[in-house]
């Protein structure tokens, strides 16, 4: 397969200089209309330090995605991208609704969660509707097997896609809680959905999760601690909905539970947590997420970050350890 790297680089590079270039002018422009984000009053003592550093900094993400879609791929683009660039950019503006209403309500809640779902839903429900009329998700290869899941029946083949797109958003929304550890967790994710898509030829895709990575490496910049801006809904629900988008369209669904492990052990700790406290009365972790627990167990932000990103690499490389053509 000859591939067009050519593409990769100037998706990648564009998208990462187009969010640094143009990090400083946005978050100088969030400060002015003063959209601070409001820590929860549930949250560690030591997140009160950042209350009122600006939110909504998810659109420099999603524009160096654009912009780097557009470097790598021109006007080539095919339905699988059309359809992951529209699936990220509905719930970018899910995630942009719900920080507005924070910003303007002066409070850490904003869209009610019951529609904040339902948009979701329906937006996820759009891409599965396109996916089982194309038939481009006869079958899905599973990690480290030779198996294949046949989703035979278009209601199953639908609930499937629903979870992973609304699952894998709502995953990396939990794992936006320190600085720098989503947008980190998305660009080793990324990378390995994309080096995925391309093996199951979708280079498109590929170029996408290139841009992605990139838009996320110079969200960073910004992000890490102490953050000068935060992604809010409108990055985190967007990036995971991107990422459960390449994964139904590629095919490749089933390896993002390996790619994504850190979201899911985040989401995983907030289902444990919530269930054992129901049904016991009592706590598995100091605070869900996951992140939270260690922060409280007396490990640094930073050292919490760089050591969930590393596990992150490790995941990544599985994925595609696992990977048989």
Known sequence: MKLPWISFFAAGLTAFFLVV??????????KKIKAGQNVRTDAPRTHYVKSGT???????ILGGLLAGVIAGMGRSWDPALRWTLFITFGYGLIGFLDDLLIIIRRRPL???????????????????IYVIRSGVMESLPFPFFSWR??????LAASLFIIFVVV????????TDGLDGLAAGSCVTAGLAMGILAVLQ????????????????????WFNCPPA?????????????????????????????PVAGGIFVAEVLSVIIQVLSFRLTGKRVFRMSPLHHHYELGGMVESK??????????????????GYKP
Request: hydrophobic share 60%.
């Open 21 to 30: 270039l143009t990090g400083p002018p946005v978050i100088r422009f969030l």
């Open 54 to 60: 600006p939110t909504m900094g998810g659109v420099l």
């Open 110 to 128: 904003g869209l009610k969660a019951r529609y904040k779902l339902l948009l979701q839903v329906f937006f996820a429900a759009l891409l599965s």
């Open 149 to 154: 899941l046949s989703l035979l029946h278009p």
């Open 167 to 174: 699952g894998t958003s709502n995953a990396v929304n939990f």
């Open 201 to 220: 030829g979708e280079t498109g895709l590929g170029v996408f999760a290139v841009a992605l990575a990139g838009a996320c490496a110079g969200f960073i």
């Open 228 to 256: 000068q801006v935060f992604m809010g809904d409108t990055g985190s629900l967007a990036l995971g909905a991107a990422l459960g988008a390449v994964g139904v369209l590629s095919g490749t669904a089933l390896f993002l």
């Open 304 to 321: 919490v970050v760089i050591r969930f990103w590393l596990v992150g690499i490790l995941l990544a490389l599985l994925a595609l350890a």
